[in-house]
């Protein structure tokens, strides 16, 4: 098929691969255009930007797609169908419009669960057992086109980065199949009766709160991880905590109950497994309390 391929995020890759694998004639990668980042603060491109021009695809960057001349633009490419993943920008009804097969999505979520950008987080932090992915015909509202196919893995104790890596893969095979036999996929409405909404993360819900429960903060600290990272501070240093256990044990919240960092939460309490110190990479318990020990009875905030 002609696709025109609409991705920014390393989650977007794989599908993007997997089409080129796949035979498809890729007229296009449209991508968000280059952001500054890191220190130096360096014009830097999108994951897709580096995989579309390594497999040797146009690669188009606007700032939006409102513009008649875009629209112009994106039908001259005579596209079958447009494919996106996690592209960031909102498609106009004109763009929708455009390939002979409209435009389909891979939503990291079994929809109408978890509608908008932030699914895989909310999954996690709201302990759901299942997530998965799920193809979309797009239509004008925020996720609520018909779905043409659905994946389901169980989330039992994976972190959102972890998750991510996994959808991604799953999306990319589930397309390629969805693509294979379009014309047997009958579209299934969604029940707007179910759906739930997964906003952005705000920076402000990082913030590790000590009075909540231990199982609580475990989802909310892997829902967070690697990014932005669940934190608190210990000793005055920010730290971020990605990875943790409950443990059955008790006392005033936020204070360390023994040597391996055991920290008292609302109810019972954690431990945690994976940290990270500003400026440094993450590293398990034993290589962060030889590096920063913590005693008992220390109070973390």
Known sequence: MRIIFMGT????????????????????????P?????????????????????????????????????????????????????????????????PKSGCLNVHASILP??????????????GDVVTGVTIMQMEA??????????????????????LTEELAELGAGLMVQTLRELEKHIPVAQ???????????????ARIDWIRPAAELVRHIHGLAPFPGAWCTVDGERVKLLRAEAVDAAGNPGKV??????????????????????GKPAMDLAAFLRGKPVKRGELIE
């Not at 509608?115 to 987080?121: F, L, S, T, V, Y």
């Not at 509202?141 to 972890?162: H, Q």
Request: glycine share 6%; proline share 7%; with cysteine.
């Open 9 to 32: 995020p390393d989650f977007a890759v794989p599908t993007l691969r997997a089409l080129h694998a796949a035979g498809h004639e890729l007229v296009a990668a449209y991508t968000q």
């Open 34 to 98: 280059p952001r500054r980042a890191g220190r130096g603060k360096k014009l830097q491109v999108s994951p897709v930007y580096k995989a579309a021009e390594e497999l040797g695809i146009e690669v188009r960057t606007p700032k939006s797609l409102k513009q008649p001349e875009e629209h112009e633009a994106f039908a001259a490419l005579a596209a079958d169908v447009a494919v996106v993943a996690a592209y960031g920008l909102i498609l106009p009804q004109a763009i929708l419009d455009a």
């Open 113 to 126: 669960y978890w509608r908008g950008a932030a699914p895989i987080h909310r999954a996690v932090m709201a």
């Open 141 to 162: 509202g925020l996720d609520t086109g018909p779905m043409l196919a659905t994946l389901r893995t169980p989330i039992e104790d994976k972190t959102t980065g972890e």
């Open 191 to 205: 029940d707007d009766a179910e759906a739930t909404y997964a906003p952005k993360i705000d920076k402000a819900e």
């Open 257 to 278: 109950l023994d040597d391996q960092m055991t920290i008292a939460c609302g109810d019972a309490a954690i431990r945690p497994l994976r940290l990270q110190r500003a």
